[in-house]
């Protein structure tokens, strides 16, 4: 298959560790990994800000980039921006487009998906022949669990990880309380959330805490960092792209 | 301080209907004093409510979990309440018509009231034509949204409230902090000390026992009951094919005003009327399972009219607009209309959880509330109007959707009002800033070059690679956060380059050389 990988705005600029396991991941897996320059952000800050008009140029510029006909499917490490593609782009087009910005958004969306999404539903493949000999939790993100309801995608992926400690993390589905600007607007708020989750997080004694969203780890990994908690944080593409011949040292920096 | 709430353009369109009006400011309780962040810190410095909160609303969650998990045809169920709801919202006019004709023909009375100060007004006017100087009151958020309470005690009339949570609150001069447990931020010792420094003649030696702790409420709520010759009501629902009103309760003290005063007053949101008595199927499955967790609610209570020797002989029906027209006239309001007030989604909220419902400085806290009050009472009454914070009080996670017997997808709801905020507060810093990062997100060229300018972070960053403390508006983040520094290649860079291209050959081949191996060791589970 021919891919469309979108980075993210965060993903290509401060995590791109986890980009990159996710492009070479897929070409384990035997497909072409197309990455459009032209790619920025997919406006979902401004949405959930409450700014709809600004993101215009946004929908309009990822519609443009990944609505070429030679993609098969676009792929995001993030299920909140799949969400935002999925569910926002539409009503900003719908208030602020034009006809033509609104068909291109419907074209588009169709085929994107977040990770874990691709892996098991497109790609129909659970075992991506990973090594990670780790104690590893997860954390299920609130876009990928409740927007795109991913299910236990990403906990098949992860079983059927050669090597794995996968370890169950109590209240799992409880949001860390990042919620873009929300950590930011009730920074106190967010941190009363942030310090239970991590509380969970460490009584699990893994290795690795992973998620399928490069912003709720930023949240919880730096949460992490400031108290000197054992635990890492890891994005899922960064788990399944470490094999016996490349492995991840837990050594290396976190990003 | 207020300012008008026009969101024309300034001409005047002759003939065209006026907007509802909402509920006029410093009216009634749907509007705190301080913007939710900065209530929500001081609750959070509460440890005790923190704990109070968090053992209350994870034990009702998981009962709730059992007894929705336990029905095959909850979702259907959900659907057909959310159909139901929005059928008779569509049709309200009508609805509330038939309302009114069927409680006249049974001999009650129908009052209009447009906002709160009509409705006190009205129920003022009837409590003192009863002769009575007191009412016994069933728990009601309608009459907590307009402050009853207060204005019934301004005119000299004592109101009694006889939910037992309602009571706990009342007596220690506090404010619901639930829509369905009043009390759930006090714990045992704290309803003990509020007993027995306010219930007159109470037992000295009373302790924390719940049971004991409700024996002394029920002697005290007793000779009130006995007593007092008007009641108070809200209603949950009003069923317009035969003009009953109904409660449901767990302690049955609302059946006692019900049933033994000589005259009954109550005060119903107009968003409360459903069709045919037939729907009651639907709502008396969904609701309890939803709020308190119970497969039925202990006592549901239905009351048509007046009959003539049994119950109160003087029913009046008071019908509160109260800015629901303005709701229902809005495409976010008219959903949010179809909250039955369950309290699902604050128990599973994980903001409500940790600031409990006063910080909504609203009758109605979490998630509901966040939508609901906005569209009742507005959120540009003034400058700084604290409603305006309401919808950023959640970070989007969507568990409330998922619990809300109806199916009101709340976070949508509040995207949209975060839309209106934005768009009725015109410029700002924020807007500026987020067109500034529009403007460079839009053109890839502009948004390399900010990656590059971003790539400065590392300068801020310690050894051990992470930024520590940032300027505001990102201090809140940095008190309790590390913030990776940006690494020295984004991930573009990594791909156009040599290094990306051989590394994406290199995984490429690993590929295809496992998948051989597989195919040759006769091992069909391939993995692609």
């Known amino acids: 298959m021919r891919i469309g990988l979108f980075a993210t705005c965060l993903g290509d600029t401060l995590f791109p560790d986890a980009v990159r396991a996710t492009a070479l991941l897929l070409a384990r897996l035997g497909h072409e990994v197309v990455f459009p320059p032209e790619q920025t952000c997919c406006g979902q800050m401004h949405v959930n800000t409450g700014y709809q008009r600004e993101p215009v140029p946004l929908v309009r510029n990822f519609a443009d980039t990944f609505g070429d006909a030679s993609v098969d499917a676009v792929v995001m490490p993030s299920g909140s921006c799949a969400g935002s593609v999925r569910h926002q782009h539409e009503i900003v087009a719908e208030r602020y487009g034009d006809p033509a910005l609104r068909t291109a958004v419907a074209g588009v969306k169709a085929k994107t998906y977040e990770l874990s999404e691709l892996l098991v539903d497109v790609l129909g493949v659970t075992d991506v022949g990973a090594y990670f000999p780790h104690r590893v939790t997860y954390h299920p993100t609130c876009h990928s669990l409740r927007m795109l309801r991913v299910g236990d995608k990403p906990l098949r992926l992860l079983r059927a990880v050669e090597g794995i400690d996968l370890v169950e993390l109590e209240q799992a589905d409880s949001c860390c309380g990042f919620g873009g600007t929300f950590a930011l607007k009730n920074a106190d708020t967010s941190a009363a959330m942030l310090r239970d989750k991590m509380r969970h997080v460490t009584a699990t004694g893994a290795d690795v805490c992973t998620a399928g969203d490069s912003s709720c780890l930023m949240h919880i990994g730096g949460g992490l960092s400031r108290i000197g908690a054992g635990t890492r944080t890891l994005h899922l593409a960064q788990v399944l792209a470490a094999t016996r011949t490349a492995p991840y040292a837990l050594t290396e920096a976190v990003r | ?528």
């Open chain 2, 1 to 528: 301080m207020s300012r008008p709430e026009s969101r024309g353009t300034g001409s005047t369109f002759l003939g065209m209907p006026a907007r509802p009006p909402r509920v006029p400011y410093g009216d009634g309780n749907l509007r705190g004093e301080e913007a939710f962040p900065r209530a929500a810190a001081g609750e959070l410095r509460n440890e005790q409510l923190r704990r109070n909160l968090g053992r209350a609303t994870g034990t009702i969650r998981g009962k709730r979990l059992a007894v929705t998990g336990e029905l095959p045809d909850w979702e259907e169920l959900r659907d057909a309440g959310a159909a139901l709801k929005t059928d008779a919202l569509n049709r309200l006019p009508e609805l509330l018509e038939e309302l009114e004709r069927k409680v006249t023909e049974r001999g009650g009375t129908v009052h209009w009231a447009r906002d709160g100060a009509e409705a006190n007004a009205i129920v003022t006017r009837l409590v003192k034509a009863a002769g009575s100087d007191e009412v016994i009151k069933v728990k009601s958020m309608a009459t907590q949204e307009i402050g009853l309470n207060e204005h019934l005690e301004d005119a000299g009339i004592t109101p009694w409230e006889t939910d037992l949570a309602e009571l706990i609150v009342q007596l220690g001069h506090d404010r619901p902090s639930h829509i369905l447990v009043p009390a759930i931020h006090r714990n045992r010792d704290e309803i003990r000390e509020i007993f027995l420094k306010e219930i007159p003649g109470v037992d000295p030696s009373l302790d924390s026992v719940p049971a004991h702790l409700a024996a002394a409420a029920r002697a005290y709520l007793r000779e009130k009951f006995m007593t007092t010759r008007v009641a108070v009501s809200g209603a949950n629902f009003g069923i317009a094919e035969t003009g009953t009103l109904g409660v449901v309760e767990s302690e049955g003290n609302g059946r006692m005003c019900l049933t033994l005063p000589e005259t009954l007053i109550t005060v119903m949101g107009i968003e409360k009327v459903l069709p045919r008595h037939q729907d009651l199927e639907v709502f008396l499955q969904l609701l309890p399972r939803s709020s308190t967790g119970e497969r039925m609610n202990p006592y549901t209570s239905l009351w048509t009219g007046v009959t003539e020797g049994d119950g109160p002989q003087d029913f009046h029906l008071v019908l509160l607009d109260n800015g629901r027209t303005a709701a229902l006239a809005d495409a976010v309001g008219r959903q949010a209309l179809n909250c039955i007030r369950c309290s699902a989604c604050l128990n599973v909220c994980p903001v409500y959880e940790r600031v409990g419902g006063h910080a909504y400085g609203s009758t109605y806290p979490g998630p509901i509330g966040a939508v609901l009050t906005p569209q009742l009472a507005g959120m540009h009454a003034a400058d700084d109007d604290p409603n305006s914070s309401l919808p950023y009080a959640s970070t989007l996670c969507g568990a409330c959707y998922d619990a809300c017997p109806v199916k009101i997808d709340i976070p949508s709801l509040l995207v949209e009002l975060r839309h209106q905020k934005t768009e009725e507060s015109g410029r700002s810093a924020e807007r500026l800033a987020m067109r500034a990062a529009a403007a460079v997100m839009g053109r890839p060229r502009l948004w390399t070059a900010a990656q590059r300018t971003a790539r400065l972070g590392r300068a801020l960053a310690g050894r051990d690679g992470t930024i520590g403390r940032l300027p505001a508006p990102f201090s809140g983040w940095s008190d309790t956060r590390d913030t990776p520094a940006p690494p020295k290649h984004t991930f573009r860079d990594w791909f156009a380059s040599d290094e990306g291209a051989a590394a994406l050959r290199d995984a490429a081949r690993e590929g295809e050389r496992r998948r051989a191996e597989r195919r040759t060791s006769g091992d069909d589970q391939e993995d692609q």
